[in-house]
């Protein structure tokens, strides 16, 4: 059975090359004030890490004010979410990373474009996950995850029952979660995953709604690099089904 809870832990990399002195000033003085505290143990109501002053133009009066958020797990470069972010100015952003020179490159594009909307949980997301209130995220992107082609590591994919389970709960009613992947095996083990659980559907009616990105969707760093090797690529929009309404 390699479909199970997997084992706790972060599988990447924490750390490449040496950051340069204006990307380590950016993780040291930056990311403070855009740090997500994670603990599991604790719970975490993403709309409270957005004040309306967050939001630039300011787009809701302060009284009735609960914005969406919208969250990327593994966002790498930090090019989608960046781009995604100043896309959508009333929407509030979480990047979940925990590769330091990732961070430091999503933390320069904030700082070069003045993007107010995002906040980094340097965390692994199965503890971000853990710690969020149900019914409290509105869009999920899991863009081009490790694979993990050996077998004995399949059971290090994110994609699997536990994940599912609790994304499921921190989702809103008719989210989507946005997927891709140029492996070939990872799409087809995720698509059966999906299909399977019965709090999401797929959203695709024709074959270019998997094979051509749509318009809103950001390229990633490891897209273009797939893209530049012409590898195939499948763009999933799963959604979370509406949940029951139980009589009291
Ligand atoms: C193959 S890269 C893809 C990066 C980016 N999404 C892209 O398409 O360019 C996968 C990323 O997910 C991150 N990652 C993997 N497992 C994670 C976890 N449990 N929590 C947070 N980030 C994770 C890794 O650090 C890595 O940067």
Redesign the pocket.
């Known amino acids: 059975m390699t479909d199970q809870r997997p084992p706790r832990?972060?599988?990447?990399?924490?750390h490449g090359h040496r950051l340069r002195a204006g990307r380590q000033a950016l993780i040291d003085d930056l990311l403070p004030g855009l740090a997500v505290d994670v603990n599991p143990a604790v719970s975490l109501d993403p709309a409270t890490l957005f004040p309306p002053e967050a939001f630039r133009p300011i787009v809701h009066p302060p009284e009735a004010f609960r914005p969406e958020v919208w969250l990327?797990?593994?966002?790498?470069?930090?090019?989608?979410l960046a781009a995604l972010a100043q896309a959508n100015p009333d929407v509030g952003f979480i990047g979940?990373?925990?590769?330091i020179n990732?961070i430091a490159s999503l933390l320069s594009h904030i700082q070069a474009a003045d993007i107010g909307n995002i906040r980094i949980?340097d965390?692994?997301?199965?503890?971000?996950l853990n710690a969020l209130t149900p019914a409290s995220i509105d869009r999920l992107?899991?863009?081009?995850?490790?694979?993990w082609p050996k077998t004995r590591h399949h059971k290090?994919r994110?994609v699997n029952q536990g994940n599912l389970d609790n994304m499921a709960r921190v989702l809103t009613d008719g989210a989507q979660v946005r997927f891709?992947s140029d492996h070939s095996e990872y799409c087809d083990w995720t698509l059966e995953r999906f299909l399977d659980h019965k709090d999401f559907t797929w959203v695709a009616e024709h074959p270019d709604d998997w094979r051509v990105r749509p318009d809103d969707w950001p390229q990633?760093?490891?897209?273009?690099?797939a893209l530049a090797k012409a590898l195939d690529i499948s763009y999933f929009t799963f959604q979370r089904v509406v949940r029951a309404i139980t009589a009291r």
């Open positions: 832990g972060f599988f990447g990399r924490r990327e797990i593994g966002f790498g470069g930090g090019e989608h979940c990373e925990r590769f990732g949980a965390a692994d997301a199965q503890d971000l992107f899991l863009l081009f995850p490790d694979p290090r994110f891709a990633t760093r490891y897209e273009a690099t």
